[in-house]
């Protein structure tokens, strides 16, 4: 990482683009304001639909990510010796920023930690609250797509993200992706490949490893040979396996896309009731491993 003129930070970062879809429709409800200022009931749902949504989704993604900084056994790491509870904090070290253009989001984070390891925690955790955040925005109704990759880019004086990860990821999720699912790029796998060197410290390349092996079950090649995140794969219900109500979720984000992929049949649109039929094949594909017949 490099810093000029203490405003630009330069560096490899992971990014994750998502788009929260359909709003361009919502939106143009909000053509036809009523002339005396009140709102409506009508208006007012329309404004939790779209505004709502997008908020929602923004605080429910950064509380998916920051839900695993927190220590599940506080007494167990508290009875660590110290030099460990250092290494679990130089692991766990990770600050992520958050940028919305309209229905938009940006989420980056710097690899390099302040201890020079290049850090998988940050990756990690994206891929991680992509899982939820999948699983979350189908079962509300409000599907998104995106993309995560891994590249050079830059931390400007505004506090924005800028770089050719930003466009590769920009890419991806406008021009590959195609239907609600979050695309992969290949830097995303190089750098989860058996081998890296994430830092000088043997013990802490030991954990890296480990998580690498994680975050590779959180990623799954899609039937046109695009690798996505798996989340409703083995890797996401061995992380919630003593959870139950995840498979409540489950359902209803099937039921949503079953529903979806009828209206679009129906209304004749052959490009959306297309992908909203891939959805379903690979929704079908995981329903056993939580245990729901399709």
Same mark, same amino acid.
């Given at each position: 990482?490099?810093?000029?003129?203490?405003?630009?930070?330069?560096?490899?970062?992971?990014?994750?683009?998502?788009?929260?879809?359909?709003?361009?429709?919502?939106?143009?409800?909000?053509?036809?304001?009523?002339?005396?200022?009140?709102?409506?009931?009508?208006?007012?749902?329309?404004?939790?639909?779209?505004?709502?949504?997008?908020?929602?989704?923004?605080?429910?993604?950064?509380?998916?990510?920051?839900?695993?900084?927190?220590?599940?056994?506080?007494?167990?790491?508290?009875?660590?010796?110290?030099?460990?509870?250092?290494?679990?904090?130089?692991?766990?070290?990770?600050?992520?920023?958050?940028?919305?253009?309209?229905?938009?989001?940006?989420?980056?984070?710097?690899?390099?930690?302040?201890?020079?390891?290049?850090?998988?925690?940050?990756?990690?955790?994206?891929?991680? &609250?992509?899982?939820?955040?999948?699983?979350?925005?189908?079962?509300?109704?409000?599907?998104?797509?995106?993309?995560?990759?891994?590249?050079?880019?830059?931390?400007?004086?505004?506090?924005?993200?800028?770089?050719?990860?930003?466009?590769?990821?920009?890419?991806?999720?406008?021009?590959?992706?195609?239907?609600?699912?979050?695309?992969?790029?290949?830097?995303?796998? &190089?750098?989860?490949?058996?081998?890296?060197?994430?830092?000088?410290?043997?013990?802490?390349?030991?954990?890296?490893?480990?998580?690498?092996?994680?975050?590779?079950?959180?990623?799954?090649?899609?039937?046109?040979?695009?690798?996505?995140?798996?989340?409703?794969?083995?890797?996401?219900?061995?992380?919630?396996?003593?959870?139950? &109500?995840?498979?409540?979720?489950?359902?209803?984000?099937?039921?949503?896309?079953?529903?979806?992929? &009828?209206?679009?049949?129906?209304?004749?649109?052959?490009?959306?009731?297309?992908?909203?039929?891939?959805?379903?094949?690979?929704?079908?594909?995981?329903?056993?491993?939580?245990?729901?017949?399709?």
């Amino acid at each position: 990482m490099k810093k000029q003129d203490d405003v630009t930070f330069f560096g490899y970062h992971v990014v994750c683009l998502i788009d929260v879809l359909g709003q361009n429709q919502k939106l143009a409800r909000w053509a036809t304001l009523p002339d005396d200022g009140r709102l409506s009931s009508e208006f007012i749902q329309d404004l939790k639909q779209t505004a709502g949504t997008v908020l929602a989704f923004r605080d429910g993604f950064i509380n998916f990510f920051y839900q695993l900084d927190q220590c599940t056994m506080p007494g167990a790491f508290a009875a660590l010796p110290t030099e460990q509870q250092a290494r679990y904090a130089r692991f766990k070290e990770c600050r992520v920023r958050v940028e919305r253009l309209s229905d938009t989001f940006v989420f980056s984070s710097l690899i390099p930690n302040i201890y020079g390891d290049a850090s998988i925690s940050p990756l990690y955790r994206l891929l991680s &609250a992509c899982c939820m955040a999948m699983m979350w925005s189908l079962a509300a109704k409000a599907p998104v797509r995106g993309s995560i990759t891994v590249g050079a880019g830059a931390e400007l004086e505004d506090g924005s993200f800028y770089g050719p990860a930003l466009a590769e990821a920009h890419y991806l999720e406008s021009k590959v992706a195609g239907y609600p699912r979050v695309v992969v790029s290949p830097t995303v796998l &190089a750098f989860l490949a058996e081998g890296q060197v994430y830092s000088t410290d043997p013990q802490i390349v030991k954990v890296m490893e480990q998580v690498a092996r994680i975050c590779r079950a959180f990623i799954c090649q899609d039937t046109d040979g695009r690798w996505i995140v798996d989340f409703l794969g083995k890797g996401m219900r061995e992380l919630h396996s003593p959870d139950t &109500a995840m498979a409540d979720w489950v359902k209803m984000a099937y039921d949503f896309v079953c529903s979806e992929l &009828a209206r679009f049949r129906a209304i004749g649109d052959s490009k959306l009731a297309e992908r909203y039929g891939q959805l379903q094949e690979y929704i079908e594909s995981r329903l056993p491993v939580w245990g729901i017949q399709s």
